[in-house]
Structures are given as structure tokens and as C-alpha cells.
């Protein structure tokens, strides 16, 4: 016996989860085993719209409401919700469903592509650092203070804010940060507990150097208000 639970937005090939789960497409992450069971994305074109579909079995979470078990794609697509409620950009979400029959969960979470956008890292490769515009630079820094800072103020931690993460899009004098990858996100009970978790991975695993990590701290804790502690002041760990 099989239970469903899906969300959709102007689906296709149809608002069926079977139908979904057979659209296959060229992997961009291997699906990997972890979580007690598999996670990966692959890359579909359905009604030549490029879409990613986060595939999973028996890849499940557990939390104090969930102690069986609770597919984590539906955290995601919760955590996409919230974070666009929040004014952050986010992949739009396509379809999202869950199954559940005698072999365990299946899951899947189908997002529109981020047209346009680059990973950080890419974007620092077409743009490298010594030959980066620095009007331009600093506004990218900027837009990802004021994005993070968004987030935080609804009391969402990213969980796994890593700079691959961070999308970015440049038209003109038009700055634009979107994120990925909320698999691990959660409502915190304060901004401060989500900024400090989010902040201090992001600064170990950013590619910034020391000037401009604090050209990014400066505008996130304009963003933040005065009153909001300062959680990354002290030098790069």
C-alpha cells in the first residue's frame, strides 16, 4: 500500500508521481548513498524547458515530528518556500512528490533552472579576481550580504551554506543572488542561531580574501540592523 504527497506547479507530462519518475534524464550528481538509502540530480528537458529532478529512495530524515522517517526532499521544497516568502531567489519549484510502498520511500523534487545564473566559483573563473571590475565586485558582495541577510531575518539557516552554493546573476548594472541546495535547511528559533551556523561555514569555505569577507560582513550587518550581535569579526579561522 502506497502513500503520496505532492505539490505541483504547472505540471508536465502530468501531475502523476509515476510519471515523473519514469522521466529520465543525464545525471549531474551520481546518485550517492547516504541517509540510509540514495540521493541525485539529474538534468531533464520536458516541453523544451531544462528543469533538475532531485531523485531519491529510501533517502529519509527523522526529527521529533518525523521519528519514522520523513522523505528529505519534502524539507527542501518546504525550505524553498520559506525562503521565497522571505524575498530570497530560489529555484522555482516544478513538481514535488513522495511514495511510499512496500520497499520504502520514493521521492522527487523537479525545479525550474536558474536561467542565467552562474555558480560563484564559475563566475569567478570568467571574471578572475585581479581583473574583476571593482564597482562590480563590491556590488556582488553586496548583494549576497543583503540576500544571507534575508534569510536569517526569517530565522532559516541554509544548513550547508558552502560558496558553490550561491548562484549569481550580472545584467548590466543588475546584480542578482539566488541559493541552492536547501536540502538541510531549518527554522531556527532566532535569526541570531541561523546567521551564526550559515556565517561561520560560509567563511570557512568561501573564496574571499580577508578585505573582502569584511567588504561582506560590513553589508550584511547594515542589512541586519545595529542592534543584531556581531557574530564574524574576528579573523578567518
Known amino acids: 500500500?502506497?502513500?503520496?504527497?505532492?505539490?505541483?506547479?504547472?505540471?508536465?507530462?502530468?501531475?502523476?508521481?509515476?510519471?515523473?519518475?519514469?522521466?529520465?534524464?543525464?545525471?549531474?550528481?551520481?546518485?550517492?548513498?547516504r541517509r540510509g538509502?540514495?540521493?541525485?540530480?539529474?538534468?531533464?528537458?520536458v516541453q523544451g524547458q531544462l528543469l533538475y529532478a532531485k531523485r531519491q529512495a529510501g533517502?529519509?530524515?527523522?526529527?521529533?515530528?518525523y521519528p519514522l522517517g520523513r522523505p528529505t526532499v519534502l524539507r527542501e521544497r518546504d525550505a524553498l518556500r520559506?525562503?521565497?516568502?522571505?524575498?530570497?531567489a530560489v529555484p522555482e519549484i516544478v513538481y514535488c512528490g513522495a511514495e511510499r510502498g512496500t520497499d520504502g520511500w520514493r521521492a522527487l523534487l523537479v525545479t525550474k533552472a536558474l536561467e542565467g545564473?552562474?555558480?560563484?566559483?564559475?563566475?569567478?573563473?570568467?571574471?578572475p579576481r585581479e581583473h574583476c571590475d571593482e564597482n562590480q565586485h563590491q556590488q556582488l558582495l553586496q548583494g549576497i550580504a543583503e540576500c544571507l541577510a534575508k534569510l536569517h531575518t526569517?530565522?532559516?539557516?541554509?544548513?550547508?551554506?558552502?560558496?558553490?552554493?550561491?548562484?549569481?546573476?550580472i545584467q548590466e548594472s543588475r546584480c542578482e543572488i539566488a541559493l541552492l541546495d536547501l536540502?538541510?535547511?531549518?527554522?531556527?528559533?532566532?535569526?541570531?542561531?541561523?546567521?551564526?551556523?550559515?556565517?561561520?561555514?560560509?567563511?570557512?569555505?568561501?573564496?574571499?580574501?580577508?578585505?573582502?569577507?569584511?567588504?561582506?560582513?560590513?553589508?550584511?550587518q547594515t542589512a541586519m540592523g545595529q542592534a543584531f550581535p556581531r557574530l564574524c569579526g574576528a579573523s578567518r579561522p
Not at 533517502?59 to 515530528?65: A, F, G, P, V
Not at 545564473?117 to 571574471?127: K, R, S, T
Open 117 to 127: 545564473f552562474l555558480p560563484i566559483d564559475q563566475w569567478y573563473v570568467e571574471h
Open 183 to 220: 536540502e538541510k535547511a531549518r527554522r531556527r528559533l532566532n535569526r541570531k542561531q541561523a546567521a551564526l551556523h550559515d556565517m561561520l561555514q560560509l567563511r570557512r569555505h568561501s573564496p574571499w580574501h580577508e578585505s573582502d569577507w569584511q567588504f561582506l560582513i560590513y553589508h550584511y
Open 1 to 33: 500500500m502506497a502513500a503520496t504527497c505532492s505539490n505541483t506547479r504547472n505540471t508536465s507530462p502530468s501531475d502523476d508521481f509515476n510519471s515523473w519518475w519514469q522521466t529520465q534524464g543525464e545525471w549531474v550528481e551520481e546518485p550517492n548513498d
Open 82 to 88: 520559506n525562503a521565497e516568502k522571505a524575498g530570497v
Open 154 to 169: 526569517a530565522r532559516l539557516q541554509h544548513g550547508c551554506m558552502y560558496a558553490k552554493h550561491i548562484f549569481v546573476r
Open 59 to 65: 533517502h529519509t530524515y527523522r526529527s521529533l515530528k
Open 37 to 45: 538509502g540514495q540521493s541525485g540530480v539529474q538534468r531533464i528537458t
